[in-house]
């Protein structure tokens, strides 16, 4: 089955710094990548399409300069939380859709997740 | 806007009975598709189950079914011979398959299911 990864798996950073976080899907192309932001024994909220070689789409309320998406391949999506701050901390997941299924009948593929916290 | 409801904060069974998740949606959409997703400790979303909305006959995989009501807007998950390892979050799920939005996930607010011994 199609493999998502996702690095780190947790991280810990201190207020005002940056942390990346990549997610990769391993066994196939992913044109469209997903991110998600899940606090404690919540859901998960869309934060951004991320789409290979364009800009990403972030959805309303997310913030573009503090949340950067870059997708420079078919297989790698990475998410920037700039200049973190504690109310950044929370589980992130990336999930990504298989390049060339054609019209609806795909899967989005779900990462393990990323825990940040920030001190 | 799509909006899924899971009414179920937490659910328990016990193993080897059957249990129902309750999920109801609202849409103007007439294409779309539903899914189940189960979240264990370990934190991986695992995709239960999905049903097209055009598609009348419910969805079915193992001890995992649908009953899918679409007049009604109502997806609820059945899973019958309940284990041990069944035990997790529970999410349900939207996607509109109408072609300038076929991406979006729209997720519930999630069912915590116990099974016990």
């Known amino acids: 089955g199609a493999v998502v990864s996702q690095h780190p798996s947790w991280v810990i950073c201190k207020s005002g710094t940056s942390v990346k976080i990549e997610c990769r899907s391993l066994d196939f192309q992913a044109t469209t990548m997903f991110w998600y932001r899940q606090f404690p024994k919540q859901s998960l909220m869309l934060m951004a399409t991320?789409?290979?070689?364009?800009?990403?789409?972030?959805e309303q309320g997310v913030e573009k300069d503090k949340f950067l998406i870059n997708h420079a391949s078919l297989t790698l999506s990475t998410l920037t939380v700039t200049s973190a701050h504690p109310e950044d901390s929370s589980f992130y997941i990336c999930?990504?859709?298989?390049?060339?299924?054609?019209?609806?009948?795909?899967?989005?593929?779900f990462g393990p997740g990323t825990r940040l916290t920030v001190t | 806007a799509q909006t899924v409801t899971q009414s179920q904060p937490e659910m328990s069974v016990q193993e080897a009975e059957t249990v129902t998740l309750s999920c109801t949606y609202d849409t103007s959409e007439s294409d779309y598709y539903l899914f189940w997703y189960k979240q264990p400790p370990s934190r991986q979303m695992i995709l239960v189950i999905r049903q097209e909305a055009y598609k009348q006959q419910n969805a079915t995989e193992n001890r995992f079914s649908v009953n899918f009501q679409k007049a009604a807007k109502s997806f609820s998950l059945k899973i019958s011979d309940s284990q041990l390892g069944d035990a997790a979050m529970y999410f349900c799920?939207?996607?509109?398959?109408?072609?300038?939005?076929?991406?979006?996930?729209?997720f519930g607010t999630g069912t915590r299911l116990q099974v016990f011994p």
């Open positions: 999930s990504a859709r298989e390049t060339g299924l054609a019209g609806e009948n795909y899967e989005q593929y």
């Open positions: 799920a939207y996607r509109s398959a109408e072609s300038y939005n076929t991406d979006k996930l729209i």
């Open positions: 991320s789409n290979e070689g364009s800009k990403a789409t972030y």
